[in-house]
């Protein structure tokens, strides 16, 4: 009953917030609710016991990649927005029509899926067997360093290409590096 | 050396001359371009002498040196070899390309120094001295024809050469097109003879021949060798494809004596002798061929007699003495024929250098109404021209003489010859001997006509050196093919000409026609004394200058003005079949083309005008509308995939 | 299954339908949204719900690949934050703006 309770008290949390990111005109407050909107992700990995990940989702979005939005938010001095939203009727209507339908269609597909089903009932067999935070952790690392491997070192280069090109990107003209 | 190697030097190194000069064909550097083309085909013509005496060297039955660089298309049954060979026909020609060519770059030299696009000019020479080579030394049809159509493309951008003038580019295209015309039945004729036999390599056909006894006209040798006959018709300028050699008079001169006199046009009878088994097997092609080399000799004699171009004069001759080398073949006496085409090339190619240094000290001026009396002005030119004509109209000993009556005597004697031939062939040689000695005497002889402001002068050493080599080329050429009869009173004088081509010349079937000594002498004697008898009139009428050219216009009457416009054949040409067939393309293009194919592709291009704009809407520019398809095109197949 | 199931017993559905709605919402806020920024949050946001559903299915699925995926997408996704940062400041030196009504120079 109480991992209920906490499911659908950061459901709402996430929901609310990722509307809000969406919906406020100042972006200062989108990143805000994006923020919240991680930590209730975070927390929702801690109710699904992927604790390790939960840490590194606080780690990596809330500190991380939330403190670069707010940084250049803060570079660009946005205050509130005139035209927040996109302008045509008949188009927004179509957009948040396909938006619908397309969030229909996945409930529907869900609900109606005798796979989830089956799946949901395994689940406390599953629990049953008695996962717990250690072990969970210790898999998630073999399982990353022995099969995944390649995977994990190809991310790397794709890192350093990534922080490369981003200081290509960004790089100022003028200043102590001026060519031009 | 290894004659593969020497093959390919042979090949090779006109075209490095040509790719020399062609890459920096803007040079006026007449000097440098001379100097690289001329020793590209010297160094050729050393490659040619050194497999002449590998040759000779050879076995007489194993006269062959083939060099087959790679494998050039293979599709089916059709398998074309890049191989080349020289036997005993071909190293005749590549002698007297590389030879007479080499002679005739030097005199260009002298003679295009002042011109602006020399180096293009030469570059244009070498690239004919290579086609021209692959036409002699391919040992298919196709490798052949590669060569043919490639002395072609020289022939049109050298007769074009002064393009700006637009009657000469109009001359170019004249002969390329009426070239064309007999290409496409050269090509008709492979056809045949590869759907016949299977195979198009040349001496594979001639091992074919023998088995093939044809006496009608639609049989497959008949038909293939008829048609192969019609593109040597449009290369060596014969009735009825004749037209375009006249005009091609608009190139400079030594490429009149390089492609129009000496080479190209002469590979019509080089490659009806180098097939010659093929068209022994093919009687009616045989009696064709004959027949249009008597017509062409006597027609375009007569046409020689009223012209007053002196390079026109020399053209109509050249015509002429191509139907002489046809009549030769058509009778099956192929190695008269092929040495005709050697003399030919030598006193021709003589003459034609010879007007050039007329026209070069005439400041241009080609009208011979306008010369006379040059003979002190240009002495070496005289005396060279005057070797070149005893050879043209068969002076007895000069080189002329032995091929000429050569000829004569086998259109006689032969099993396919006939009286007639032999008549035709004696009035061609008493026209000419008419026609050239009003030539020599309206240039040379009598009484001075050159304009006050023109000033001749005796050419350049480089102009003239060639003329002597050629002059004496022309006077002895002769003497490597003396017939018998002859020879008995001159000490016994081999006849090279006949051993060295007898391996590959195919006997007639019917055999040989007996006939006597006297009766060889008594033709010979009569052709001679009607020639000698014609020049002189010439020499009587022309020299003393009494007789003006409207009288003798006057009292031809309606004959002479026939033959001063050439029969009106061009006339004929244009209107019926030119003219007719413009007139039926612009209807065509008029009804057709702009009403219904035009309409057509408008009406296509409008609709995808109409569709493509209505595309273009979608792209807006607008990413976030891309989006939204993207999520639509989602919203869609996800649809499909769960309503299923 | 009785009604009251469905409130108090959580499972697999429950995070799916929670992840397809955020998913919904952050595609919302790509198409609706014009700040680049903003867009940029939103691009997040669906990523998050995808994770969500990996770890979901990971947990019910028993299986610990799913988890590993997570990992990787939030690596790409904290890189792809950087890059569309990186040009974000790039563009705005250029047009002195991050609304994106002014790009649109791709028109047809």
Redesign the interface.
């Known amino acids: 009953m109480t991992d209920a309770i906490l499911f659908w008290f950061l459901a709402l949390v996430t929901i609310g917030a990722g509307l809000s990111v969406v919906l406020m005109s100042n972006p200062i407050y989108s990143a805000l609710c994006l923020a919240m909107t991680m930590v209730g992700v975070s927390a929702l990995f801690v109710t699904m016991g992927a604790y390790f990940l939960a840490g590194v989702q606080l780690i990596v979005y809330a500190g991380a990649v939330m403190v670069l939005f707010v940084m250049v938010l803060m570079l660009f001095d946005l205050k509130h927005e005139i035209q927040a939203f996109t302008r045509g009727k008949i188009t927004g209507a179509v957009k948040i029509g396909t938006v619908g339908i397309l969030a229909g269609l996945i409930v529907g597909a869900i609900t109606l899926s005798s796979k989830v089903m089956e799946l949901a009932k395994s689940a406390p067999a599953a629990a049953a067997t008695g996962k717990t935070y250690g072990d969970n952790t210790m898999s998630l690392a073999q399982n990353l360093f022995l099969q995944n491997v390649f995977g994990f070192e190809a991310l790397g280069v794709v890192l350093l290409v990534i922080a490369v090109g981003t200081v290509a990107l960004s790089r100022s003209r003028g200043g102590t590096h001026a060519r031009d | 050396m290894d004659h593969q190697l020497l093959i390919a030097i042979l090949l090779l190194s006109p075209l490095v001359g040509f790719v020399l000069n062609g890459t920096r064909f803007r040079s006026q550097n007449y000097v440098l371009a001379g100097a690289i083309a001329t020793g590209a085909v010297v160094v050729s013509f050393i490659c040619s002498v050194m497999l002449m005496l590998q040759l000779i060297d050879a076995d007489p039955e194993h006269r062959r040196l083939t060099a087959t660089f790679f494998e050039w298309i293979a599709v089916g049954g059709l398998k074309i070899n890049a191989g080349f060979v020289v036997d005993q026909i071909s190293s005749i020609m590549i002698l007297i390309i590389t030879g007479v060519g080499s002679l005739i770059h030097l005199f260009s030299i002298g003679y295009m120094h002042h011109d602006k696009g020399v180096t293009k000019y030469f570059a244009y020479l070498n690239l004919f001295i290579f086609n021209m080579l692959i036409l002699v030394l391919g040992d298919s049809l196709v490798t052949m024809f590669v060569g043919w159509e490639g002395v072609g493309l020289c022939s049109y951008l050298l007769i074009g050469f002064w393009f700006s003038d637009s009657a000469k580019a109009a001359a170019g295209m004249k002969a390329f097109i009426t070239n064309r015309i007999g290409d496409a039945a050269f090509i008709i004729g492979m056809f045949i003879l590869f759907f016949t036999f299977g195979t198009l390599n040349m001496y594979e056909l001639n091992a074919l021949a023998p088995t093939v006894v044809e006496a009608s006209w639609l049989g497959a040798a008949t038909l293939g060798t008829l048609m192969l006959f019609i593109g040597a018709t449009g290369k060596s300028a014969q009735v009825p494809l004749y037209v375009w050699l006249p005009d091609a008079m608009a190139g400079p001169t030594p490429v009149s004596a390089l492609i129009h006199a000496a080479t190209m046009v002469t590979a019509g009878v080089y490659m009806i002798v180098r097939l010659n088994p093929m068209f022994v097997a093919a009687p009616n092609t045989m009696m064709v061929i004959a027949i249009v080399g008597a017509v062409t000799a006597v027609m375009a004699a007569t046409i020689g007699l009223t012209q007053f171009d002196i390079k026109k004069v020399l053209a109509y001759s050249t015509v002429s003495q191509l139907g002489y080398m046809f009549l030769a073949v058509g009778v099956g006496a192929f190695g008269a024929g092929m040495m005709h085409l050697m003399t030919h090339a030598f006193f021709k190619a003589l003459m034609f250098l010879g007007s050039g240094s007329v026209i070069h000290a005439m400041d241009g001026e080609q009208d011979i109404q306008l010369m006379g009396g040059l003979k002190k002005k240009l002495p070496i030119t005289h005396a060279t021209f005057v070797m070149g004509w005893l050879a043209i109209i068969g002076f007895p000993l000069f080189s002329g003489f032995f091929s000429k009556d050569e000829i004569l005597w086998q259109a006689y004697s032969s099993p396919r010859g006939s009286v007639f031939l032999w008549m035709a062939g004696a009035l061609g040689a008493t026209l000419t001997a008419f026609y050239m000695t009003r030539l020599m005497a309206l240039t040379f002889w009598g009484g001075s006509r050159v304009p006050k402001s023109v000033h001749p002068h005796e050419s350049p050493a480089i102009m003239t050196i060639p003329l002597i080599v050629l002059a004496i080329l022309s006077v002895v050429g002769g003497f490597v093919g003396v017939p018998h009869v002859i020879s008995e009173y001159l000490g016994h004088i081999p006849n090279f000409w006949e051993h060295w081509l007898e391996p590959v010349i195919r006997r007639l079937p019917e055999g040989v026609s007996e006939h006597s000594a006297t009766e060889e002498w008594g033709l010979m004697a009569t052709s001679v004394t009607l020639a000698l008898v014609s020049a002189f009139t010439a020499y009587r009428i022309y020299t003393n200058g009494k007789k003006t050219n409207e009288q003798i216009a006057k009292a031809f009457g309606p004959v002479y003005n026939v033959v001063n416009n050439k029969y009106f054949v061009d006339e004929a040409y244009f209107g019926g079949i030119i003219n007719p067939l413009v007139k039926q393309s612009q209807n065509l293009w008029m009804y057709i083309d702009v009403n219904f194919i035009d309409k057509t592709t408008h009406v296509i291009a409008d609709m995808t005008k109409g569709v493509g704009s209505l595309a273009?809407?979608?792209?807006?520019?607008?990413?976030?509308?891309y989006?939204?398809y993207i999520?639509?095109g989602?919203?869609t197949v996800?649809?499909f995939v769960?309503m299923r | 299954m009785p009604e009251t199931n469905f409130i108090t017993t959580i499972g697999l559905e429950h995070y799916l339908v929670l992840s397809a709605v955020l998913f919904s919402m952050g595609m919302a806020g790509v198409l609706l949204r014009r700040n680049l920024i903003v867009l940029l949050m939103s691009v997040e946001l669906m990523l998050n719900a995808v994770n969500i559903s990996f770890v979901a299915f990971s947990k019910y699925n028993n299986n610990i690949e799913g988890q590993i995926m997570v990992f990787f997408v939030m690596t790409i996704a904290a890189a792809e934050a950087a890059v569309g940062l990186a040009l974000a400041v790039s563009i705005f030196k250029r047009f002195k703006e991050v609304n994106i009504r002014f790009f649109e120079h791709l028109k047809g």
């Not at chain 2, 792209?619 to 976030?624: C, H, I, S, Y």
């Open positions: 273009r809407s979608f792209q807006t520019g607008n990413m976030q509308q989006a939204m999520g639509l989602v919203v996800l649809t769960l």
